[in-house]
């Protein structure tokens, strides 16, 4: 069964930084693209970043430049690197994954269950 579990999410000061993991299993990723997206009270889920199998990144206008995405397929983790936080970040972010990487969250295959991140001013 595919799992993916998302850490580091917590409460940060406006300018802060976090790290997110978000660690997948039950099948190989090696070939799959991965994400984040996050969802703020009611809003709608929006792509943040992703990183396809050959590690080419993509990220949302909003966070370029204070976000960077990685990989490492030993073991099947992705991380977003989150600096200069600011509150409007503060959402629920998820981990998705995908064979190919779109900015829609409707094509991802597999979702986490989230991991809140509150920024405050």
């Known amino acids: 069964q595919v799992q993916l579990v998302e850490s580091g999410g917590g409460l940060v000061q406006a300018g802060g930084s976090l790290r997110l993991s978000c660690v997948a299993s039950?099948?190989?990723?090696?070939?799959?693209?991965m994400g984040w997206f996050r969802q703020a009270p009611g809003k709608e889920r929006e792509f943040v970043a992703a990183?396809?199998?050959?590690?080419?990144?993509r990220y949302a206008d909003s966070v370029k430049g204070r976000f960077t995405i990685s990989r490492d397929n030993a073991p099947n983790t992705v991380y977003l690197q989150m600096n200069s936080l600011k509150p409007e970040d503060t959402a629920v972010y998820y981990c998705a994954a995908n064979r190919m990487v779109h900015t829609s969250n409707h094509a991802w295959d597999y979702w986490g269950q989230g991991t809140q991140v509150t920024v405050s001013s």
């Open positions: 039950g099948r190989t990723f090696i070939n799959y693209g």
């Open positions: 990183i396809d199998w050959a590690s080419v990144t």
